[in-house]
T-cell receptor
Framework: NAGVTQTPKFQVLKTGQSMTLQCAQD?????MSWYRQDPGMGLRLIHY???????DQGEVPNGYNVSRSTTEDFPLRLLSAAPSQTSVYFC????????????FGDGTRLSIL | TQLLEQSPQFLSIQEGENLTVYCNSS?????LQWYRQEPGEGPVLLVT?????EVKKLKRLTFQFGDARKDSSLHITAAQPGDTGLYLC?????????????FGQGTILTVHP
């Protein structure tokens, strides 16, 4: 089992560029989410999805879009990158949105110049 | 927005010492999870506590959920260098926030041989 796979692992962008961070899970989990991790701030929820076709905003959604066309994939799109979006991004999945453990990918380290 | 205050932010101790990490909130959580994260990897679940007053033990790690379900602690006995890492608490809220996981800022633990 691959679990949760995130690509790319590293990316450098210029301000204003757009890109998509990929996230795929092979555990047939309904619930998927995106977090960003910044020093001293833990992980903050960006967007989440409780199933294919359903997405909702988390704590810090501005500047990011998501879609969930399949159970397996949950891409995160940066529409116009800003230096404030420099961070490490983690995708997670769980069987449902309750107290089940979140399975995290290994993260994408993104730098915006 | 529910907040989880984690303390201390940094902890540097010698092998064999005991330590406690605290996770506090003014809000009630339906459950609380503790994760451990190593550099370059995503967080990995250690334990979930769901009942007020609950105590769970995982080898040398003891986790406690406060009676009012607003706070939690992680106690490590006889710390070892292999315990070094970032420890994160995360709370599940109920009601309209169901499905959103709130993380504390994290505690960076370094155990010196």
């Amino acid at each position: 089992n691959a679990g949760v796979t995130q690509t790319p692992k590293f990316q450098v962008l210029k301000t204003g560029q757009s890109m998509t961070l990929q996230c795929a899970q092979d555990m047939n989990h309904e619930y998927m989410s995106w977090y960003r991790q910044d020093p001293g701030m833990g992980l903050r929820l960006i967007h989440y999805s409780v199933g294919a076709g359903i997405t909702d905003q988390g704590e810090v959604p501005n500047g990011y879009n998501v879609s969930r066309s399949t159970t397996e994939d949950f891409p995160l799109r940066l529409l116009s990158a800003a230096p404030s979006q420099t961070s490490v991004y983690f995708c997670a999945s769980s069987p449902d949105r309750g107290e089940q453990p979140q399975h995290f990918g290994d993260g994408t380290r993104l730098s915006i110049l | 927005t529910q907040l989880l205050e984690q303390s201390p932010q940094f902890l540097s101790i010698q092998e064999g010492e005991n330590l406690t990490v605290y996770c506090n909130s003014s809000s009630v959580f339906s459950s609380l999870q503790w994760y451990r994260q190593e550099p370059g990897e995503g967080p990995v679940l250690l334990v979930t506590v769901v009942t007020g007053g609950e105590v769970k033990k995982l080898k040398r790690l003891t986790f406690q959920f406060g009676d009012a379900r607003k706070d939690s602690s992680l106690h490590i006995t006889a710390a070892q260098p292999g315990d070094t890492g970032l420890y994160l608490c995360a709370g599940h809220a109920g009601g309209t926030s169901y499905g959103k996981l709130t993380f504390g800022q994290g505690t960076i633990l370094t155990v010196h041989p």
